[in-house]
């Protein structure tokens, strides 16, 4: 009698395993994520209490010009008269998320026109690394992640995972 319950619960489970694999998004944790026919690692699980201080650091370094919300600020792909670019979003609708972890540490520690700027395309994204310790711009970046969707999650774990 045991038998039939067993091969019904495999049953149930395969099922289950089938429908993930032909019509599911696979989760952002646990699974490898596999992008171009490339596989990495699953997506690491941010820890609450650095997120929590990453939030706070920053509404206090960052908010003013990127938004209290991620929002960053109006027009961003339009440039100001002197040549730069408004602060972009930081949420799914920026571009944060295409870069890697070390791209953007770089950016945060010195500066967007020492990382990217020339003179035709200034950038006014100011240096932090007299501001921020590593742990800070690790816990502001977690922070950030913990706001992105899973796809925006999983391309750029991907592309910090495949060393871009
Ligand atoms: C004084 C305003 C200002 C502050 C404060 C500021 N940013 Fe920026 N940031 C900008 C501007 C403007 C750009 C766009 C520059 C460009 O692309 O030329 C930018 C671009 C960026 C980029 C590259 C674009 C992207 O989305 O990948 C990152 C990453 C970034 N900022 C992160 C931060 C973080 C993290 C903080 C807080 C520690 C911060 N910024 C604080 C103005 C600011």
């Known amino acids: 009698m045991k038998r039939p319950g067993l091969l019904a619960l495999l049953g149930l489970l395969l099922g289950v395993g089938a429908a993930v694999a032909l019509f599911g998004r696979a989760p952002a944790t646990g699974q490898p994520v596999v992008l171009n026919g490339t596989a990495v690692p699953p997506v ?13 650091l920053y509404a206090q370094s960052c908010a003013r010009c990127h938004g209290a919300n991620l929002e960053g600020q109006p027009n961003w792909k339009v440039r100001l008269p002197d040549g730069t ?15 890697s972890d070390t791209v953007l540490r770089d950016i945060i520690t010195r500066g967007g026109q020492a990382v990217y700027g020339s003179a035709d395309s200034p950038s006014a994204m100011p240096a932090f690394s007299g501001t921020l310790s590593d742990a800070d711009t690790t816990a502001i970046l977690d922070f950030l992640k913990s706001r992105w969707g899973t796809e925006q ?4 774990w991907w592309m910090t995972a495949t060393g871009k």
Do not use: F, M, N
């Open 85 to 99: 670019l408004p602060a972009p979003p930081h949420d799914d609708t920026g571009h944060t998320w295409h870069h």
């Open 44 to 56: 690491p699980t941010l820890v609450p209490e650095q997120v929590a201080r990453g939030a706070t």
């Open 153 to 156: 999650r999983e391309y750029q």
